[in-house]
């Protein structure tokens, strides 16, 4: 089973940015759908993008769309989690998943996913 580690994560001050990397222990190009999630204190967890297997078609939700951008190097077997205007709010732990499909990771269906050890990113305002 393929393992994730994500790096990246500190400290920031609000509208700046952060760029997340997942690191996966093989390759995953053809084989994995992967996404982000977030787990704010006190919050359930949070879909927050998705990337499919192959032609790097992106899914973002609503409340990072056009400030987080997803994406895949599949020769380096990482994904990464670019992220702009960051706002307090976004302050969570950030967690890396891997699926099956592009649908599996986006249900968050803790069984069917792997999922990475997580990263803290902290926003200031």
């Known amino acids: 089973q393929v393992q994730l580690v994500e790096s990246g994560g500190g400290l920031v001050q609000a509208g700046g940015s952060l760029k997340l990397s997942c690191a996966a222990s093989r390759r995953t190009s053809s084989t994995y759908a992967m996404g982000w999630f977030r787990r704010a204190p006190g919050k359930e967890r949070e879909f927050v993008v998705a990337?499919?297997?192959?032609?790097?078609?992106?899914f973002p939700s609503d409340s990072v769309k056009g400030r987080f951008t997803i994406s895949r190097d599949n020769a380096k077997d990482t994904v990464y989690l670019q992220m702009n205007s960051l706002k307090p709010e976004d302050t969570a732990v950030y967690y890396c998943a891997a699926g099956p499909t592009l649908g599996t990771v986006q249900s968050g269906a803790s069984d069917l996913l792997v999922w990475g050890q997580g990263t803290q990113v902290t926003v200031s305002s």
């Open positions: 990337i499919n297997r192959s032609r790097g078609t992106t």
